[in-house]
């Protein structure tokens, strides 16, 4: 009883090479503490009856006495404290020299025996808290400190960390410090950790012993295996969750030890390792083995002096299948086969660390021989090793000048730093020398000129446009952008001349030569002759009068009634006299500038050539007067060198739409005309034009907001057979669309500004939605206003569409806007101004006209140049008078000086963004989307098909007759 006194407890496992033996299986109980009482009771007795009981029964030095005829066995402990073998005997290390593993054990893991002492010297057994504390203090039991500072002990079972009521200042130096780790050891947390833990050693094959190394310790072969005793069989006892190899002896003990389970352990997969090209150790590749990434999935374990190998798979289960091991291990010889494989030939593109000793020193071997033959044929030429060595020497010089230039850009924010480089390198100047120019220029020695480029100069002109001279000094010094003067000498600023009383040809010609002419002349290719659009439009102005030194004159008088006075300042009294007139009310300050411009198909921008101030009581002769006047000048001074004019551009004011009716709708298209057989031959289309068939025009963004204003007012549009489509209506069946709402559709009808371009947009696409949106069964009355309601989402459709699709082709867009004036025609025929507006009719009619005439002129002008239809209307001009009020911070208050000013100013910002679009944000409430920056009314992102000769304007006309008389009621 005292030689098995300890088997029963859960501290180690012991396993035997005969299983053919089984003892009666019966149910595992669980003990009620980590060493049961039964346990305790016979390893007490065995202390004081047994010879060969241990004196500490922790000690590593002791050892059992042996009984003859007997084989070689080793007692291995799965999960013990000490992490080493146990003799069951006397609860002692075993030494064995002859095992050895590729686990992870502690260095300490043999320890060699010593001859037993005295039972009479054997203390009282300890404690498992005095077990824990020893371990502790030997260093073999692990501690930290948690986040909460108290103690965490390592369980030399499970390894799972263990917390403790003890605070981390107080050290670990009682016995009761340890109560918590003995209470987890009881617990099913621990015990039910699998058997095979992962740091506990290998179990061996079993060993025959000669019978001379009985009870006694004589030679070397006894000191490495000490731990014999004699053996019938060999079976595997398990308990509490573990398991122990026994002789067959223990069995006539089973009745003190509780009730056990004998269960039959994984033997491992025997390794084939049939290389013949060195050992074991350096044919096998041990640097996969482990619990890295891309590691083995099993353990290596060699027994018997390398004779014998063993592998044990990383999820092996620890119990064997009948006559053999568990599935996991079952696995192993697959993955051994290609490591074989790669040991008898492995490929040069192996990673390395599938490569086994024998492998990595051959390929050590080859570097080292062809680093040594390309050693030998460098030191073939002594002359050439003396200029490799000098080479060397240099590029490390350079390598290291290089670094330090990078060093000195990284680590110093230095202004105009590129011209710096660049000027050194035309200078050929070497990295070192770059290092004294930035450090130079860094204590403000050196000053590198700037770089004056385009981007930069325009950068420049934009900050002193929009900032002021303040703001170009500032950034000048701060940014290293040209300073005033450098704008001065490299750029040419736009300067508009006033029209100083009445209209005057003169000032007219030299705008022309000035704002246009020169710099067309010095683009660095001659631009081709394109058809001129002229806008006209008015900007408020402060009705304050202003002098004028290059003629000594006074400004800002209305031009109509300032010839009744002289306005050149010659004396005093004459300054009396104008202040008197004015006074009188016989000559009135200008409230306005009314400003002329120029702007070619086919090219952005617009060029301001005349700006006059008026007083808002001229009538519709003035305005003929400056039609004809512009227009005579244009063509006498700048028609032969830009283009002639093809129209007249209005935003649809009062007087001068009366006048632009008498000026371009009185002459008849001449039979002459390269353009009138195409033109004549369309249906319905007024061929009246003006002198030089110069057409008539109205801003085709003003149209929408006027056609959006009608649909929002009271008394509606009349369409089919008399309804009246108004706020009231459209409410009720807009809410009813997809992503509609009662409050989005009140902002689209009544908003905060109607002359908002993206709302009236937005109303307009919303209205088209009802072509598409199908509304199910409805009455009668209901059917009536949709049917209306989707023939006004038509009409929309047809004037709104070409201009807001990118990728309509002209053929397309002239298609559109037939059908627009064949509808409307229609509808005004038979509901007259219920249904629209004289004006409003009149207006758009011109404007569709105007298309297909400017599209005909530029076919016969050059077919193969594109058309873009968003370039009719005076919406450049408009664009000229935001940058206008943002020179003013947005002010509209300004004199006609610094509006004459600030219009030069104007035209070298637009300019510049012309140059640069990607520097213009945008204007938001003329663009035709919500979106700052992005509006698809340019040249660069229009992607339809634009090319003039590809459409023929008397088959759009035609296709689009039907389209438009399919939609009416009582139309077949």
């Known amino acids: 009883m005292a030689l098995f006194s300890f088997l029963g407890s859960n501290f180690f496992d012991v396993q035997t090479a005969d299983t053919s033996t089984h003892l009666s299986l019966t149910t595992a109980t669980r003990p009620s503490s980590s060493l049961p009482s039964d346990v305790l009771a016979a390893s ?167 019978p001379s190394m009985v009870n006694e310790v004589s030679s070397d072969e006894e000191d490495e295996d000490p731990f014999q005793f004699q053996l019938t069989s060999h079976l595997t006892i398990q308990r509490y969750g573990r398991s122990s190899s026994l002789p067959l002896e223990a069995s006539s003990v089973q009745s003190a030890l509780g009730s056990m389970v004998i269960v039959q352990t994984c033997p491992g997969s025997p390794v084939d390792w049939p290389v013949q090209v060195g050992s074991f150790t350096e044919t096998f590749p041990f640097h996969p083995i482990g619990v890295q990434p891309g590691s083995l999935s099993f353990d290596v374990e060699i027994h018997n002096r390398g004779r014998n190998i063993v592998a044990f798979s990383k999820q092996c289960s620890g119990e064997a299948q009948l006559n053999g091991c568990c599935p996991q291990c079952t696995k192993i010889p697959a993955e051994v086969q290609k490591l074989v494989d790669l040991a008898l030939q492995a490929d040069s593109r192996i990673n390395h660390r599938y490569l086994s000793w024998s492998q990595i020193r051959n390929l050590l071997a080859d570097r080292t021989e062809e680093m040594c033959k390309w050693r030998l044929k460098s030191l073939s030429s002594a002359d050439f090793s003396k200029f490799q060595v000098h080479a060397c020497r240099r590029s490390v010089r350079k390598l290291a000048d290089y670094g330090r230039f990078m060093e000195a850009i990284a680590n110093n924010n230095l202004p105009r730093l590129q011209q710096l480089i660049n000027v050194g390198i035309r200078r050929g100047s070497s990295p070192n020398a770059l290092i004294r120019m930035i450090q130079s220029a860094l204590e403000g020695v050196y000053q590198p000129r700037p770089v004056l480029d385009s981007r930069t100069l325009d950068i420049a002109l934009l900050v002193f446009r929009l900032g002021g001279r303040k703001l170009l000094y500032a950034v000048n010094h701060g940014l290293g952008l040209p300073s005033l003067r450098t704008l001065r000498n490299h750029m040419a600023f736009t300067k508009v001349m006033p029209t100083v009383g009445m209209i005057s040809v003169e000032d007219i010609v030299h705008n022309i030569r000035e704002v246009v002419l020169k710099p067309r002349a010095a683009a660095a290719t001659p631009p081709p002759l394109r058809g001129v659009n002229l806008l006209i439009d008015e900007v408020a102005l402060e009705e304050r009068a202003c002098h004028f030194r290059h003629n000594n004159s006074i400004g800002d008088l209305c031009w109509r009634h300032s010839s009744k006075v002289d306005l050149q300042l010659k004396t005093y009294d004459d300054a009396l006299k104008i202040a008197e007139r004015i006074k009188t009310d016989e ?178 696409e919303a209205i088209i939605e009802f072509l598409a949106y199908d509304f199910g069964e409805v009455n009668a009355d209901t059917a009536a206003d949709l049917d209306s309601i989707r023939l006004l989402a038509l009409i929309l459709k047809s004037i709104l569409a070409p201009f807001i699709t990118p990728d309509m082709s002209l053929t397309d867009q002239m298609t559109h806007l037939a059908t627009y004036a064949h509808l409307t025609f229609t509808l005004f025929r038979l509901n007259r101004l219920t249904f629209m507006s004289n004006q409003l009719y009149g207006d758009s009619q011109s404007m569709i006209k105007n298309a297909f005439f400017c599209l005909e002129k530029q076919q016969k002008l050059d077919p193969t140049k594109p058309f873009y239809l968003f370039q009719v209307g005076d919406d450049p001009l408009e664009r000229l008078f935001g940058k206008l009020r943002m020179l003013g911070s947005h002010n509209s208050a300004m004199s006609y000086s610094q509006a004459i000013e600030r219009l030069g100013h104007a035209c070298d910002l637009q300019a510049v963004y012309l140059r640069h679009p990607d520097l213009d944000q945008g204007q938001r409430r003329i663009s035709m989307t919500r979106s700052e920056g992005v509006d698809h009314l340019n040249m660069v992102s229009w992607t339809g098909h634009a090319i003039a000769k590809s459409t023929r304007c008397t088959e759009t006309v035609g296709d689009d007759v039907g389209v438009g008389g399919s939609v009416l009621p009582g139309q077949p």
Not at 54 to 69: G, H, M, Q, V
Not at 128 to 152: M, N, V
Request: positive net charge; aromatic residues 8%.
């Open 44 to 210: 007490s007795s065995a202390s004081n009856s047994s010879p060969n009981a241990l004196a500490d029964p922790f000690s590593p030095t002791c050892k059992p006495a042996l009984s003859p005829s007997q084989f070689n066995a080793r007692y291995i402990p799965k999960s013990f404290v000490y992490n080493t073998p146990i003799n069951p005997t006397t609860f002692g290390a075993v030494y064995d020299s002859g095992y050895s593993s590729l686990s992870s054990r502690s260095v300490n893991y043999h320890s060699p025996s010593i001859p037993m002492t005295s039972p009479s010297n054997s203390p009282s057994e300890p404690t498992p808290c005095e077990k824990y504390l020893q371990l502790y203090q030997s260093g073999r039991l692990q501690a930290r400190r948690s986040d909460s500072s108290h103690w965490e002990l390592k369980c030399t079972i499970c390894k799972k960390w263990i917390k403790t009521s003890v605070p981390s200042r107080r050290p670990l130096s009682i016995p009761n410090h340890f109560s918590v780790l003995e209470g987890h050891t009881r617990s099913r947390t621990c015990t039910a950790y699998p058997a095979r833990a992962s740091t506990a050693p290998p179990i061996p094959s079993p060993r025959k012993a000669s």
């Open 587 to 764: 000559v009135h300050l200008g409230k306005e500038m009314t400003v002329v411009s120029v702007s070619c198909f086919g090219e952005s921008g617009t060029y301001p050539i005349l700006a006059l101030p008026t007083c808002k009581s001229v009538g519709p002769s003035e305005s003929s007067t400056i039609y004809e006047t512009v227009t005579e000048a244009w063509i006498e001074h700048a028609a032969v060198k830009v283009g002639m004019p093809w129209s007249w551009s209005t935003d649809g004011e009062a007087l001068r739409r009366k006048a632009g009716y008498k000026q371009f709708v009185r002459h008849k298209l001449p039979r002459t005309s390269p353009i009138f057989g195409t033109l004549a031959s369309m249906a319905g289309l007024n061929i009246f034009t003006g002198l030089h068939s110069v057409t008539l025009d109205f801003d085709y963004k003003h149209v929408f907001k006027r056609i959006c204003t009608l649909i929002r007012s009271a008394a509606g549009m009349a369409l089919c057979n008399g309804r009246i489509i108004n706020p009231a209506v459209l409410t009720r069946f807009l809410a009813r669309l997809p992503d509609q709402s009662e409050d989005p559709v009140r902002t689209l009808l009544f908003p905060d500004d109607p002359q908002d371009v993206p709302r009236a947009v937005e109303l307009m």
